[in-house]
């Protein structure tokens, strides 16, 4: 793994602060979400401390490097490094500063998902790791099941036009609720029917014709 140097990830962070910023949340968003599994023994990834550098899938809006000079100061970058790289390195930034971040996602994603698949699938879908597809895709395809999980799934909210089925929610957390409206604003279904205990699967089935699907306190959703 390159390492980057303090300078460096200084430099990283003054040049994308401006695009890093208008992508992410405040931290009273980040506290109010729900939770993962909270059988998970792994390290709820909201939790974690924010990387000091701009998160992975933040770009530039200035000038950057040309793929030709994506090139380390000592050894070689891989062909997917490349491509990971490719539009997101600004000019006088060392490259390897810049893919240490997505390196960083490729460890939490793993690490998370060697313990509980879906505190890390609901970590894509959420964004509580950030640049997770790139990262994936061109650093650890290894992950490829979690990212095609998570492409499936969807967060807590609003959520229009929902495809009807059943769906489970990524947290055992008891305030889960949600509930699916038809176009007139009808309640077509809700749920949980009866209060969830702790440790308990939450699932909605969502009719057809169903125009909005809202929740709160269920972190993310997925196709049971």
Not at 118 to 126: E, K, L, Q
Not at 169 to 178: D, F, G, M, S, V
Request: with cysteine.
């Amino acid at each position: 793994m390159y390492r980057r140097s303090a300078a460096a990830a200084v430099l990283l962070a003054a040049a994308l602060t401006l695009t890093a910023c208008s992508s992410g949340g405040d931290d009273s968003d980040a506290q109010a979400k729900a939770k993962p599994p909270a059988s998970s023994a792994a390290p709820d990834p909201a939790d974690t401390p924010a990387p000091s550098a701009p998160a992975p899938d933040a770009k530039p809006t200035g000038p950057v490097l040309p793929d030709a000079k994506l090139t380390p100061k000592t050894g070689s970058f891989t062909a997917e490094e490349k491509k990971y790289l490719s539009g997101r390195v600004p000019e006088k930034m060392d490259p390897a500063a810049v893919l240490q971040t997505g390196q960083e996602a490729c460890q939490r994603i793993s690490r998370t998902a060697k313990r509980d698949k879906d505190a890390a699938t609901g970590a894509v879908i959420t964004g509580e790791i950030a640049g997770a597809k790139d990262a994936i895709t061109h650093l650890c395809p290894d992950q490829k099941p979690v990212l095609a999980a998570a492409e499936k799934g969807f967060p807590e909210g609003p959520r229009t036009s929902p495809a009807a089925g059943t769906y489970r929610a990524l947290t055992q957390a008891t305030t889960c609720t949600w509930e699916a409206k038809g176009k007139d604003g009808s309640v077509l279904a809700s749920g949980p029917e009866a209060p969830p205990k702790a440790g308990d699967k939450i699932t909605a089935a969502v009719p057809a014709g169903t125009a909005e699907f809202n929740s709160s306190g269920c972190y993310a959703w997925i196709p049971a």
